[in-house]
């Protein structure tokens, strides 16, 4: 019997754990596709390139780049997923996530709640919707 519950309290925790940490169906590379945010779209984004890797999002534009830490749970849907910046301040931002007709749709709200809908209206709601990056072939 005692075997039997220090056996629950090791492996539940692990199992529990093992819900909210990155996904490896995100890892690779992204081409920005649709971008908004406080209810505007983003066009100075639409050459952005966003990469997933080792539980890191990095956030490419022209002019700079930006990443965050992340981590999701999908335990129930909308699936969640957390972000912490790599530097500054490690305020988590929170947001909710899918994937449907191979994009991947991500919706948080910067300094507030977790999102509700994927529609990315609202003050502080940033909406990114994601295609797999083709590689380009060199001539």
Do not use: C, H
Request: net charge positive.
């Amino acid at each position: 019997m005692i075997r039997a519950l220090l056996l629950l309290l090791l492996v539940v925790p692990v199992i529990g754990a093992q819900e909210k940490a990155p996904v490896p169906v995100l890892e690779g590379t992204y081409d920005l596709q649709e971008f908004l945010e406080n209810n505007k779209a983003g066009d100075d984004r639409k050459d952005a390139t966003v990469v997933f890797k080792d539980g890191v999002m990095t956030v490419k534009l022209k002019t700079r780049e930006d990443a965050a830490k992340f981590t999701v749970d999908t335990a129930k849907p909308p699936f969640q997923i957390d972000f912490k910046p790599t530097v500054g301040e490690a305020i988590a931002t929170l947001g909710i996530w899918r994937i449907e007709k191979g994009e991947i749709t991500i919706v948080f709200q910067k300094n507030g709640p977790r999102p509700s809908d994927f529609k990315g209206l609202g003050e502080g709601v940033v909406k990114f919707v994601l295609v797999k990056s083709i590689p380009k072939k060199d001539k």
